[in-house]
């Protein structure tokens, strides 16, 4: 691979980018109040980064009907945990490292809302009870205590085009998780197999809640 040339210091990045308005930086809150709090009740879906204990980050979706993610006051929210791989990089993340990040998309709003600050695990029945979704409680639930919380402007999905139906592409024209798998680590996996109880699973709503 060819030399690339790395930027390395905050000097020589603001020469090529300069720096933010005052308006931007206006728009920096420790809290939340009762018109950014909407961004956040009707989002549907957040994409949750943590640290690793080793150093690395990682980023994990979680989706559910918008308001899923409940505000319990201006500088706390509660993020139930709903059943998933197990692996809980997220969930044990925050065991090693409480910081949390927030990106909340709601579909057709090309702005996007940033909530930053630290978390706990919880189990309490009683805070997690109205999170119940078809019946059942989550066993486990994060509270965000926030640091910051902001609009981040359209820019990104602008140029993403990201709502325009026109431009969604069909899940079949990607490989299917199953091939991915084989590929990686499951040279005897019967993908088609693997792909048709997946499917079936997911049509019941299995594991979902």
């Known amino acids: 691979m060819q030399t690339i040339r790395a930027i390395t210091s905050e000097e020589e990045l603001r020469e090529i980018i300069g720096g933010p308005t005052d308006l931007v930086l206006a728009k920096l809150a420790d ?10 009740e009707r989002s549907p879906f957040v994409c949750v980064a943590t640290a690793r204990p080793d150093g690395g980050i990682d980023v994990s979706p979680r989706g559910d009907p918008a308001g899923f993610v409940r505000v319990i006051d201006d500088t706390t929210v509660l993020l139930p945990e709903r059943p998933g791989n197990k692996i809980a990089d997220t969930l044990t993340n925050l065991l ?12 057709g709003v090309g702005d996007t809302f ?12 009683e805070l997690l009870a109205p ?10 639930g994060i509270v965000v205590s926030l640091t910051e919380a902001y609009t ?6 602008i140029r993403s085009d990201l709502w325009n139906p026109d431009k ?3 899940r079949r024209e990607l490989p299917p998780q199953g091939e991915i798998l084989k590929l990686i680590n499951l040279p005897e996996l ?3 197999e693997y792909e048709r109880e997946r499917a079936e699973r997911y049509a019941r709503g299995e594991g979902l809640y």
């Open 131 to 140: 999170s119940a979704l078809n019946g059942k409680v989550p066993r486990l």
């Open 152 to 157: 981040q402007c359209a820019k990104a999905l």
């Open 168 to 170: 969604h592409i069909e």
């Open 114 to 125: 940033r909530v930053n600050g630290t978390a706990v695990i919880t189990d309490d029945e």
């Open 96 to 107: 090693a490292d409480p910081r949390i990040a927030l990106l909340f998309l709601i579909p």
């Open 31 to 40: 809290r939340l109040n009762a018109l950014t709090r909407q961004f956040i």
């Open 190 to 192: 019967d993908v088609d």
